[in-house]
Nanobody
Framework: QVQLVESGGGLVQAGDSLRLSCAAS????????MGWFRQAPGKEREFVAA????????LYADSVKGRFTISRSNAGNTQYLQMNRLKPEDTAVYYC????????????????????WGQGTQVTVSS
């Protein structure tokens, strides 16, 4: 059974940092892109960041560019999201996602490109 498990969320103040982790089990994603999405109350799930299987290509939403950094460890089947200079508008449930259909494809901003999803971790940023 494939599982993606996020960790590292919490309650922080504006300007603080958090590092989210996503550990995958049940299969390897070393040749597939992975990504992070988030969903705030009353809003649709939106793209945050994505990374290619090799880590050489990354994509970011404009709202987080320059503040968030996505990375991965293929040996550990894990990806990370370093979030700096957090803002109240970053408050959301953050979801880890992984593609699993075709290997070696480019990372995507589109939700339907990802086949596996975690349960989410809450990030709350107070002002």
């Amino acid at each position: 059974q494939v599982q993606l498990v996020e960790s590292g969320g919490g309650l922080v103040q504006a300007g603080d940092s958090l590092r989210l982790s996503c550990a995958a089990s049940g299969r390897t994603f070393s040749t597939y892109p992975m990504g992070w999405f988030r969903q705030a109350p009353g809003k649709e799930r939106e793209f945050v960041a994505a990374i290619s299987w090799s880590g050489s290509t990354t994509l970011y939403a404009d709202s987080v560019k320059g503040r968030f950094t996505i990375s991965r460890s293929n040996a550990g089947n894990t990806q990370y999201l370093q979030m700096n200079r957090l803002k109240p508008e970053d408050t959301a449930v953050y979801y880890c996602a992984a593609a699993g259909g075709r290997p070696n494809i480019a990372p995507s901003r589109r939700r339907y490109e990802y086949d596996y999803w975690g349960q989410g971790t809450q990030v709350t940023v107070s002002s």
